[in-house]
């Protein structure tokens, strides 16, 4: 019983300590990110969401060695062992993710629109993500640690 416990607080600790780092993230790129939803027409808070989805905003493995804050695939590389698109800075990959966005057909028609789930919604629609319900419920817990 003791070793439960321990567990639970143990696991509550890592998870608050993990999130401390999200938000430090979160708080140094804010600016940058700012301005590219400025440019893209694409929320902030959407961004954010989907970095936070996706790789805890830079705290998974793949983010931290590939700055790949999005999940973002590309070729595969035998030298990387990944098919996942590797960047020299994160801010490399939050351009490429708005690009991805401004690429899709949903994009003319929400550009400008500050309603995060909207977009969601429509990524889910356009097939973002494979489990489309599962994915909007992760984001809306994502944006409810944004705000």
Not at 54 to 63: C, D, L, P, V
Not at 115 to 125: L, P
């Amino acid at each position: 019983m003791k070793q439960i416990v321990l567990f639970f607080f143990l696991s509550i600790h890592l998870t608050a300590n993990a999130f401390e780092g999200t938000k430090e993230k979160i708080q140094h790129y804010k600016p940058y990110i700012d301005s590219l939803s400025a440019h893209y027409g694409i929320p902030t808070k959407l961004i954010i969401g989907v970095g936070i989805c996706e790789s805890g905003f830079g705290q998974s493995k793949q983010s931290i060695k590939q700055n790949n804050y999005f999940g973002l695939r590309g070729k595969y590389s035998r030298k990387k062992k990944s098919s996942f698109k590797f960047y020299n800075r994160p801010e490399e990959s939050m351009v490429d993710f708005c690009e991805v966005l401004a690429s899709k057909n949903y994009y003319h028609k929400l550009k400008g629109n500050p309603d995060a789930m909207k977009w969601t919604r429509a990524m889910a629609k356009a097939r973002y993500a494979a489990n489309a319900k599962r994915w909007i419920s992760l984001m809306k817990k994502s944006f409810a640690r944004i705000d």
